[in-house]
């Protein structure tokens, strides 16, 4: 443990501390979000709920852009080329802690999405009591065919050419299943077994860790379950055997994800799974961002009745969630196909070109290939969910509506090498940004703003960052702050222990 004494202020209050602030690392700020690239109908309702909910705006973003990809992927994909092609359901990753009101703006979104599915329980009820009778039915035949079997007539005699117990089978009513949307923290096995029932999903959560920290993601099982996601998005297959019970397929997917986690839990899941998860691609099919928490400043504000832009957008999400899905002769979903006109193409393929061209050593994007070398296909993903949650009559994707999805790429594509240069910060240095952090955090939660918020260090140890705790780490990253001048070590005057006190510079570079 480090002994605080030798380098602990010696005045029990900061008052009149001179400060000489060094930066932690070189990070840069995220951009402000895109939102001028959405059609306004989306833009909007994020406007509206950011103006109540006050989340920062990046996070709205990612909810009603999860919306709009689970009201489309049913019956919509996208068509990049003549050869390429694939669903036009999105992927979006928010990194931010607890408390940010994810859960809220998500519900706001979908409200609609949650309609559709009482509707469809409403309806399964009644299939469920159709199903019943008419099995009652085909029971009742069933036995009543025994009978003049037992009888002595011949089963060639009772129907002619065919046998009438095959007859009888092939006539067995279908059993109806209950079609729903909406997933949260499902186990991989869980969600497989829902996708053979419907092979739609849309999974929502604002605790993500119990997804990047379940007892799905061991050792044992993470090649599999990230291999899942993976043939989710892509629309691929799942084919798991499964021991006393029949083998389970699942062809044609369409899957949305809207995930928050919190930075230690996802720090955790890296390293537990030693890379495995960006080595497979797992995280390069993701629209990354860690937008700047609003804690702290969101005081209430009294809420406007006219919601009349949330509202509209719920109407286009019940518009589009009413149209039935369409199947193929082997019960796979049959989405119609969204091409490119000529300009919007072109605007895709150099978009496509200007990414590529960045992959280098040593250019913007050599750190995040794996992120890059999805960009285009995620670009036309977002280009398809815009124009048809839009509603533009065109039959194909315009120029104005790509150039939108390419706006708001770049931004996510900004987004991934922000969070991969923090990531690919040494240890100590990514255990004093998370000390830091928690920090600023607790000052603001106090309600104080400057030199003299004290935060004991015995305080940190017990309700501190889990990623602090052991080995030494918490030690070492105050050790590191005070170093840089970002925070002074006090004594405690007549007690055991030491108090910490924020650099006033540091905090106004929260603020």
Same mark, same amino acid.
């Given at each position: 443990?480090?002994?605080?004494?030798?380098?602990?202020?010696?005045?029990?209050?900061?008052?009149?501390?001179?400060?000489?602030?060094?930066?932690?690392?070189?990070?840069?700020?995220?951009?402000?979000?895109?939102?001028?690239?959405?059609?306004?109908?989306? %833009?909007?309702?994020?406007?509206?709920?950011?103006?109540?909910?006050?989340?920062?705006?990046?996070?709205?973003?990612?909810?009603?852009?999860?919306?709009?990809?689970t009201a489309v992927q049913t019956r919509f994909s996208v068509q990049r080329d003549a050869r390429l092609s694939g669903p036009a359901s999105l992927y979006l990753l928010t990194v931010a802690e607890s408390g940010e009101r994810k859960s809220t703006v998500d519900k706001m979104f979908t409200a609609a999405v949650r309609e559709w599915e009482a509707k469809q329980k409403r309806e399964f009820r009644e299939r469920r009591a159709q199903y019943e009778a008419a099995m009652e039915d085909w029971q009742r035949d069933g036995r009543a065919l025994q009978d003049r079997l037992k009888a002595g007539?011949?089963?060639?005699?009772?129907?002619?050419?065919?046998?009438?117990?095959?007859?009888?089978?092939?006539?067995?009513?279908?059993?109806?299943?209950?079609?729903?949307?909406?997933?949260?923290?499902?186990?991989?096995?869980?969600?497989?077994?829902?996708?053979?029932?419907?092979?739609?999903?849309?999974?929502?959560?604002a605790e993500a860790g119990v997804i990047f920290g379940s007892h799905g993601m061991n050792a044992d099982s993470v090649t599999r379950n990230l291999a899942q996601a993976n043939a989710m998005w892509d629309g691929d297959a799942i084919r798991q055997g499964r021991v006393g019970r029949d083998r389970l397929v699942v062809e044609g997917m369409r899957v949305t994800m809207g995930l928050q986690v919190q930075p230690a839990v996802l720090d955790a899941f890296i390293q537990k799974t030693s890379g495995l998860a960006r080595g497979i691609g797992y995280f390069a099919r993701f629209l990354f961002s860690r937008p700047e928490?609003?804690?702290?400043?969101?005081f209430y504000v009294i809420e406007d009745k006219d919601t009349g832009a949330l509202r509209a957008f719920n109407e286009h999400m019940t518009t589009l969630l009413n149209i039935p899905a369409e199947f193929d002769e082997y019960g796979r979903l049959a989405p119609h196909y969204v091409g490119f006109?000529?300009?919007?193409?072109?605007?895709?393929?150099?978009?496509?070109?200007?990414?590529?061209?960045?992959?280098?050593?040593?250019?913007?994007?050599?750190?995040?290939?794996?992120?890059?070398?999805?960009?285009?296909?995620?670009?036309?993903?977002?280009?398809?969910?815009?124009?048809?949650?839009?509603?533009?009559?065109?039959?194909?994707?315009?120029?104005?509506?790509?150039?939108?999805?390419?706006?708001?790429?770049?931004?996510?594509?900004?987004?991934?090498? %922000?969070?991969?240069?923090?990531?690919?910060?040494?240890?100590?240095?990514?255990?004093?940004?998370?000390?830091?952090?928690?920090?600023?955090?607790?000052?603001?939660?106090?309600?104080?703003?400057?030199?003299?918020?004290?935060?004991?260090?015995?305080?940190? %140890?017990?309700?501190?960052?889990?990623?602090?705790?052991?080995?030494?780490?918490?030690?070492?990253?105050?050790?590191?702050?005070?170093?840089?001048?970002?925070?002074?070590?006090?004594?405690?005057?007549g007690r055991k222990g030491y108090d910490l006190v924020l650099a006033t510079p540091v905090l106004r570079e929260y603020s």
């Open positions: 443990m480090v002994d605080f004494s030798k380098f602990a202020a010696d005045p029990d209050r900061a008052d009149h501390i001179k400060w000489n602030v060094r930066p932690l690392v070189e990070t840069q700020r995220a951009e402000p979000y895109p939102l001028d690239a959405l059609p306004p109908i989306v %833009r909007d309702a994020i406007e509206e709920v950011a103006s109540y909910v006050q989340a920062p705006v990046a996070l709205i973003a990612a909810s009603a852009l999860s919306a709009v990809s007539a011949p089963a060639d005699e009772l129907s002619g050419e065919f046998d009438p117990r095959v007859i009888h089978e092939m006539n067995k009513p279908t059993e109806p299943k209950l079609r729903t949307i909406l997933y949260g923290d499902d186990t991989p096995e869980a969600l497989a077994m829902a996708l053979a029932d419907y092979p739609v999903a849309s999974i929502l959560s928490s609003t804690q702290g400043g969101r006109d000529p300009d919007a193409y072109e605007v895709w393929y150099r978009f496509h070109d200007e990414v590529e061209e960045q992959l280098g050593d040593g250019d913007v994007f050599s750190g995040i290939r794996d992120v890059a070398s999805k960009a285009a296909d995620n670009a036309a993903r977002l280009a398809c969910c815009l124009h048809v949650f839009e509603g533009i009559q065109a039959p194909q994707i315009g120029r104005v509506t790509m150039l939108g999805a390419c706006s708001l790429m770049r931004w996510y594509l900004d987004e991934a090498v %922000r969070f991969a240069t923090a990531r690919d910060a040494s240890p100590e240095v990514h255990h004093a940004q998370i000390l830091e952090e928690w920090l600023v955090r607790e000052v603001k939660r106090r309600g104080r703003k400057g030199a003299d918020v004290l935060v004991a260090v015995n305080e940190v %140890r017990q309700l501190g960052p889990n990623a602090l705790r052991g080995g030494g780490r918490l030690d070492a990253a105050i050790e590191l702050l005070h170093d840089l001048g970002r925070l002074v070590v006090l004594r405690r005057t």
